[in-house]
């Protein structure tokens, strides 16, 4: 009986080390490769349309620099201008082809969801992350 303890001990203290590694993946000291799984595009006084973020010229996936502060699509690669962290999520802001976005990542999953706003529309995208 001591032994199992002292394993199951052990394979609880492995399971929070791994927790831990895992959070500390998405906490924006580490790059990420995100896909961009669904976009949702919306205009003054209309419903939003529910559709693919390619279908609205967004990338399937792109590239996180957090060290570099870029991120890096397929095309372009844009400034991020800040990066906020906090214990839920890291928030990370810019500006593209007039369009203000923000990004924040859930630092617990790698989720992620992103606006990109102008005068006129703004278009939601949800997506996913995983260290590089």
Same mark, same amino acid.
């Given at each position: ?30 790059? /990420? ?5 669904? =976009?949702? +595009?919306?205009?003054? *006084?209309?419903?939003? &349309? ?46 593209? /082809? ?5 990004? =924040?990542? +859930?630092?617990?999953? *790698?989720?992620?969801? &992103? ?18």
């Amino acid at each position: 009986m001591k032994r199992f303890l002292q394993g199951a001990l052990l394979l609880g203290m492995a399971a929070v080390a791994t927790g831990a590694a895992v959070a500390a993946d998405f906490d924006g000291s580490k790059p /990420l490769l995100c896909a961009t799984i669904e =976009a949702h +595009d919306c205009d003054a *006084g209309e419903n939003c &349309a529910r559709s693919l973020p390619d279908s609205l010229g967004l990338p399937q996936f792109i590239r996180i620099d957090f060290a570099g502060q870029v991120i890096t699509g397929p095309k372009r690669t844009t400034a991020i201008k800040s990066i906020e962290r906090s214990p839920g999520q890291v928030l990370v802001q810019g500006t593209e /082809l007039g369009f203000g976005w923000t990004l =924040a990542l +859930d630092t617990a999953n *790698g989720k992620l969801a &992103a606006s990109f706003v102008n005068g006129e529309s703004a278009v939601i995208v949800f997506g996913a992350c995983t260290p590089l």
